[in-house]
């Protein structure tokens, strides 16, 4: 649960709330684009970060999220934040 | 070796591990006097694991596997005590998946949701704002646990409550520091260790300078690394030349993502929202000072211990562990998991008896996982 995964900024969905759209091998969530926030959020559209429990704690380069996911997909800790992701959806929507 | 062909540059690999061996044997390293080098974070235990790490170095290079593993390091009582709260009328407890299997005195929170407590698995300390908002007639806990990585963000999640006034948000807040117990094990005069491998997810938030201690007031190197295997081949060669060298500095492999200052956004609301509390305790290492965070009164009324009068700050009964249970002596690298007279038998994956068989990244389960055969075979 320490390690981030990476994903990439395609959208921002609440600026108020500093929210973003963020894809990760083809999973959409939304995110907290609050720790890498630095200038103006549509500047992160297209950016690489790595994503921490629903935050955007870092941007990376595209290398280093394809270097990282895969090193992720083997510990299969990629698969361990996706199925988690869909579990926080369903959480959400009255899943007990 | 079967996991040394899965790497994605073997060549890189094996140039590596020939660096680290012509080190080792410049130092003196040999299976008989060791050099022992702990990683801290359980994401790199899990890694060295996965690729069969400690056995391609060369023989005189010992991991210690550290305390870098949130939830193996969390008491039995604060397991209790988010029952306790989940238990209540009225109340949705939400938690990390991570937590769920991890045994409390009587039970495990999976069981306590077996058994009617309306307990879910969250992603997110977003997603129990977002069950907050929803349900404004329940009172929405968060279990708040992990290092300076997810510490952040239910620092950012109780910001935001705060902005929107979700008087049923509560954190219950048991997040840690990683400094703190690596002190602990220094003091330690059992302890004999040459040198860290350090957190990569942990340091993206604190940075590098957390460490200066261990170099300056303890003379030991450590390297700040990245968890692809060949960033922590690439460390472990860096802590032996600094030993090679008669160096102790705080180095960072991982300067493609790890910043020597850390994240400002990050550090400015773990300093908003908390406060280190005197002591906490960590399970097998006992009570730290300043170990532990906890909620500042400015934020009071989104801090599930005040709320329900409940957790360290209430009550402090320490609990034993369960009859047989070494997880305490396996943490402080005082015996290896496979010398544990209930690892594989009493203690598997399946039905954990200690902590440290719980998740993937803490050292029992890693062994159970994928050196178990391994030993054995030997």
Redesign the interface.
């Known amino acids: 649960m320490c390690l981030g995964i990476p994903a990439q900024i395609v959208a921002v969905t609440d600026p108020d709330r500093m929210m973003a759209m963020a894809e990760v091998s083809g999973v959409r969530r939304e995110v907290s684009v609050a720790p890498v926030a630095g200038g103006a959020l549509e500047d992160l559209v297209g950016k690489w970060t790595l994503i921490h429990v629903g935050f955007a704690m870092a941007l990376i380069d595209e290398d280093e999220a394809a270097a990282t996911l895969e090193a992720l997909r083997d510990l299969g800790e990629a698969q361990e934040a996706l199925d988690a992701m869909a579990a926080g959806d369903a959480a959400i929507e009255g899943g007990r | 070796m079967k996991y040394a062909e ?1 790497f ?1 540059d073997p060549k890189a690999a094996k140039a590596l591990l020939a660096q680290i061996a012509a080190v080792a044997d410049q130092i003196g390293a040999r299976r008989d006097k060791p050099v022992r080098i702990m990683e801290i ?3 790199h235990t ?2 060295i694991f ?1 690729y069969g790490l400690d056995k391609l170095v060369h023989e005189g290079i010992e991991f210690i596997h550290g305390p ?1 593993c ?2 193996c390091v969390l008491p039995m009582r604060r397991i209790d005590e988010c029952i306790e709260i989940a238990e209540r009328e009225n109340v949705i407890f ?1 938690t ?3 937590a769920m299997r991890v045994p409390g005195t009587k039970k495990s929170l999976l069981q306590a ?1 077996a058994g009617g407590a ?10 129990a704002l ?2 907050a908002r ?1 349900n404004p007639d329940r009172e929405v806990v968060f279990f708040g646990l ?2 300076e ?2 510490t ?2 239910t620092a ?1 999640s109780i910001q ?1 409550a705060a902005r929107e006034g979700l008087g049923n948000f509560s954190v219950f807040c048991n997040h840690i520091t990683v400094p703190p117990p690596i002190r602990a094990l220094l003091d330690d005069p059992h302890m004999v260790l040459d040198g860290f491998v350090g ?1 990569g ?2 340091s ?2 604190i940075g590098t300078h957390p460490y200066d201690f261990i170099s300056r007031d303890y003379g030991k190197p450590i390297v700040v690394a ?4 060949l960033d922590l081949l690439q460390s472990v060669l860096m802590v032996l030349q600094q030993i090679r060298d008669g160096r102790a500095e705080v180095e960072n492999q991982y300067a ?2 790890v910043p020597e200052h850390g ?1 400002p ?2 550090l400015a ?1 773990i300093a908003d929202v908390y406060e280190s509390r005197p002591s906490f305790e960590w399970r097998g290492l006992g009570e730290i000072d300043e170990s532990g965070l906890r909620i500042r009164e400015a934020f009071r009324e989104y801090d599930a211990e005040r709320k329900f009068r409940i957790g360290y700050g209430a009550r402090r009964v320490p609990v034993a562990e369960p009859e047989g249970c070494a997880c305490g002596a396996v943490m402080s690298g005082r015996m290896k998991p496979v010398d544990c007279p209930q690892f594989g038998r009493g203690c598997t994956p399946e039905m954990p008896l200690g902590a440290l068989m719980v ?3 803490g050292a029992c389960a890693a062994y159970f996982q994928y050196g178990g055969a391994r030993a054995v075979a030997e």
Not at chain 2, 118 to 127: G, N
């Open positions: 899965e994605r974070c359980g994401g899990h890694a996965r870098g949130p939830v939400t990390f998946g991570d949701k309306d307990i879910r698995m969250v992603y997110s300390p977003l997603d977002e069950l929803r992990g290092f990585a997810t952040p963000p950012l935001q957190p997810h942990v993206m938030v990245g968890f692809e295997p493609r993502v994240n956004v990050s609301a998740s993937s990244e």
